[in-house]
Each structure stands twice: as C-alpha cells, then as structure tokens.
C-alpha cells in the first residue's frame, strides 16, 4: 500500500503506540530514536518508546527491534537540513525583491502625482484644484506603497533566522 501526504509519496510510515500513522521517511533507527523526514522535507525525532512499528522499504518493522541503519548518517541529515536552508534563503530573496518591486512603485507613484500637482501651475488650467487633489491623491498612495515596501523586508529576516546549517 502506497501512502501519499501532500508531494510525498513513499511506503514508509510510523504507527505510534496510540494507533496513529505518521507518513514519513525513516532516516535513521537507533536504539532510543527513530528520525525521520515528513512530507515537508522536515527532519523530526521520536522516541522509540512512542513507536510501535513502522516500514521501512515497504518492509514491516517492530517497534521493539533495535536496527542501526547504516545507509542514512549524519551526512544525509545535513543534506536534508541543507536543502531547506536552500528553501529558506531563497524565499527570503523572493520578499526582498517584491519589497524592491513595491518601493520603485511608490516612488513611481510620488513622481506621478507630483507632476500632476504641477500642472495646476500651468495658465491654461481650467480647473487646478482638481490637479492638486488627483496629485496628491496618487502621491499619498505612492507613500503608502513606499512605507508598506518594509513588510517584506521583515519577512524575509523571519525566513533567514529559520537557516541551519547543522
């Protein structure tokens, strides 16, 4: 039987002693711990106490039996951890382009309705408080942007704290 959680698609999975299934692949199975890599490409640590079974390779495991796993060391683990450090940087990247993205359109918007404003200096004006208002309208709007530019910025510092290289 083939489980499926979200893009993961494996036959590995852990039965807890509460009768609950954990869709994961298992990393490594110690004495004491088992570590496995969920759906997210997260790396998690359960108690071996707290397992009653799991497969590994589509092949049943129990719980009680103490396998040393020899295929997935610490170097497998580190590469997991790299490649949602990877995940994490370039998200970060991404919001501080949007915040790049965001802070030329309101400058964009600022120059606009300050020209704008402008015109209602010309002679030939009809009606220059209308000028003034759209102006200052698109300006107030473009300052808005501007300020609105820094959220991102602090998005992307969220994601950064997330990287771990170990």
Same mark, same amino acid.
């Given at each position: 039987?083939?489980?499926?959680?979200?893009?993961?698609?494996?036959? #590995?999975?852990?039965?807890?002693?509460? +009768?609950?299934?954990?869709?994961? =692949?298992?990393?490594?199975?110690?004495?004491?711990?088992?570590?496995?890599?969920?759906?997210?490409?997260?790396?998690?640590? $359960?108690?071996?106490? =707290?397992?009653?079974?799991?497969? &590994?390779?589509?092949?049943?495991?129990?719980?009680?039996?103490?396998?040393? #796993?020899?295929?997935?060391?610490?170097?497998?683990?580190? /590469?997991?951890?790299? /490649?949602?450090?990877? &995940?994490? *940087?370039?998200? /970060?990247?991404?919001?501080? =382009?949007?915040?790049?993205?965001?802070?030329?359109? +309101?400058?964009?918007?600022?120059?606009?309705?300050?020209? *704008?404003?402008?015109?209602?200096?010309?002679?030939?004006?009809?009606?220059? &408080? @209308? %000028?003034?208002?759209? +102006?200052?309208? $698109? @300006? +107030?709007?473009?300052? *808005?942007?501007?300020? %609105? @530019?820094?959220?991102?910025?602090?998005? /992307?510092?969220? =994601?950064?704290? &997330?990287?771990?290289?170990?």
């Amino acid at each position: 039987m083939v489980l499926s959680y979200g893009s993961l698609f494996a036959q #590995d999975y852990l039965v807890t002693t509460l +009768g609950d299934t954990i869709v994961g =692949e298992v990393q490594h199975a110690g004495a004491d711990m088992i570590i496995y890599l969920t759906a997210d490409t997260i790396v998690q640590e $359960v108690s071996k106490k =707290e397992i009653s079974g799991y497969t &590994k390779q589509g092949l049943w495991v129990d719980g009680s039996y103490t396998e040393v #796993d020899t295929s997935a060391t610490k170097v497998d683990i580190l /590469a997991v951890n790299l /490649a949602k450090s990877q &995940k994490a *940087i370039n998200l /970060a990247g991404l919001r501080l =382009e949007q915040s790049r993205t965001m802070f030329y359109i +309101g400058i964009a918007c600022q120059i606009v309705g300050g020209s *704008i404003m402008a015109l209602s200096q010309l002679p030939n004006n009809n009606n220059p &408080k @209308a %000028s003034l208002y759209i +102006g200052g309208s $698109v @300006a +107030g709007v473009g300052s *808005i942007v501007m300020l %609105s @530019a820094f959220i991102p910025i602090g998005s /992307a510092g969220i =994601e950064l704290q &997330k990287v771990r290289f170990n």
